[in-house]
């Protein structure tokens, strides 16, 4: 549209100016609910082989005041590029510690970690080691029990800097899974730089299951590579039995979908975890 013959310089058009506004609008929402504390954090369980609940993914919903529950995929990016994840990430993580020093202290849920998604912004925000111990040694929560996800591409954005920041964290014991493990397009190679202690294999590739012998087959080597650098194994957006009967059979050590629990709150998972105790 810019480039309309003679009228380069008229810059000014309609559809776009009304993305932009909603855009602005929705950047400033977002700093007002963030404030308001309009964010919440839902937890989906995350299971053994055995059946047993290993611990919970925590995910940001917000619940806006006017259009109720409105899910991650239509606010993490826009907060993203306008700057805002460091704020909202540390409100997240924050809350996670919370919860993670709670369940610290009562035996019955003592051995539940929480895993929490972290956006590039935030990982390379000056502050962000500082925030994650601070979190930590506030809240009383156990470090070795806060899982730090990382999507490849974020990783590969700097990746000298990452590793820094990663070792700085994990000496004090803090654990680090590669998210939507092999979305990335990236080389294996990174594979042996970073602190690892899990990959993460994308609900894309777990989708393909049971039907595809290419799904099959990506699984497998996945799952393979995970076990011969000596890393755990998560599969996420486990959604049949046939899926995680493969998944399972071929060596995978955690599972996490709608087959066992949906993202949910930490009453429900508390009590996810008292029946299955009581069973
Ligand atoms: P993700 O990290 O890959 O998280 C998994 C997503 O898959 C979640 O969507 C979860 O609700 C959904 N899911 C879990 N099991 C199943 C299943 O069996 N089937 C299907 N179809 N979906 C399943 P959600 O909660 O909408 O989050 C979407 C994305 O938003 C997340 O993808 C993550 O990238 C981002 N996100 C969520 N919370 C945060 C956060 O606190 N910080 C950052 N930086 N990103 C977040
Ligand atoms: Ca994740
Ligand atoms: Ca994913
Ligand atoms: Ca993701």
Redesign the pocket.
Known sequence: AKHRGKNRLCFYDPVMQETVTARLRLEEEIRLGTAAGEFV??Y?PQFGGDGAMLGV?????WQHPQRGFI???QF?NVA?RAGL?PA??LH??KSACNQLAKWARDPATAGLSIA????AQ?LYSDAFVEQVLDSLTRSGAPADRLTL?L?ESLLLDDMEEAIERMGQLRTRGIRFSI??FGTGYSSLSYLQRLPLDQL?I??SF??NLPGSANGLAIVKAVIALARALDLKVIA????CAPQRDILDANGCHRF?????A??MKVEAVEALLHDARRT
Do not use: C, W, Y
């Open positions: 954090v839902l989906q993914e925590a995910l940001v919903r899910s991650p995929d993490i993203e994840m909202l990430g997240v993580l929490v998604n972290v956006s935030q996800e999507t998210d939507d993460k994308d609900r777990v989708q996420e957006g486990v959604e996490q979908g709608f087959l066992f949906r993202p």
